[in-house]
């Protein structure tokens, strides 16, 4: 079992609102991997073995969302194994994917991209937690070159066929107004630990990993509340322990009961939280 889909709170499924349904579904499909597991009606569903990781949801009358609006960042799909990520590195090259950017991050590698209606992704695989770096508590993090060459060698000669098994959304980064309310937010109501700082965007893990939640202002900085309905991020659900649930319902003052929570932060991004 991976590190982050092992702490007490970690990502279930991310849901977005789309207005080309059949176009972002065969997306996710071709280019990530992700199998659909259910379609009916304005709704699909995919995800990897089975599990639902991706949820769309057509809404025609949605307005298109901004580039520079809070709510989405990128939705993080963490692969298993080095070898997988090393696979897929292969397929998005024969496949001509337009790649935005890949970077080594110390605690992982990742690459990243856009879905067509500009939701962003990164696909990534961690690095053994035994390799991690910390320093005054926080855990190191950094931006540098990717070896790709590399990469493609650990993926050896098998081919990509789609997202393997254990797979999952390994973190939620997220576009936000201010960072001290989004550290109020996400550490102080949520209780997630701030794992690292960058200028203009803070990380948030549980249970030692490195983060399931970040927030940044690079885009975003002084956004207001998202105005709804809107196209990109609708919801993300948190999976979290029992007594994690019940501490989280008791600082925001909804009661003492363990049942599911819907939350939103500051600039209206809901997050659904509920037990596994």
Known sequence: MTISTSAPMHIGKVTLTVHDLAA?????????????????????????????LLVLRRDMAARR??????GLFHTAFLLPQRADLGRWVRHAAET???LQGASDHLVSEALYLSDPEGNGIEVYA??????WRHHDGMVEMASDPLDLG???????????????????VGHVHLQVGALPEAEAFY???????????????????????????????????GAPVRAQPSTGLADVEL????????????????????????LQDPWGTSLTLRSP
């Open 24 to 52: 972002v579904t065969t997306f996710y499909q071709q280019a990530i991997g992700l199998q659909l597991l259910r379609r009916e009606g304005d709704t699909a569903e995919l995800g990897a073995g089975g599990t639902t």
């Open 65 to 70: 969302h901004g580039r520079r609006e809070a």
């Open 96 to 98: 001509h994917l337009v």
């Open 126 to 131: 961690d690095r053994p937690a035994s390799t």
């Open 150 to 168: 590399g990469l493609m060698a650990a993926g050896g000669d098998q081919t990509w066929q789609e997202a393997p098994a254990g797979t999952v």
């Open 187 to 221: 550490s102080g109501l949520l209780g997630f630990d701030i794992m690292c700082r960058y200028t203009g965007g803070t990380f948030y893990g549980s249970g030692g990993y490195h983060h399931h939640l970040a927030s940044n202002v690079w885009n975003s900085r």
């Open 239 to 262: 999976l979290v322990a029992q007594e994690n649930l019940e501490a989280i319902h008791a600082r925001a003052g909804t009661g003492t009961e363990a049942g599911p929570l819907t």
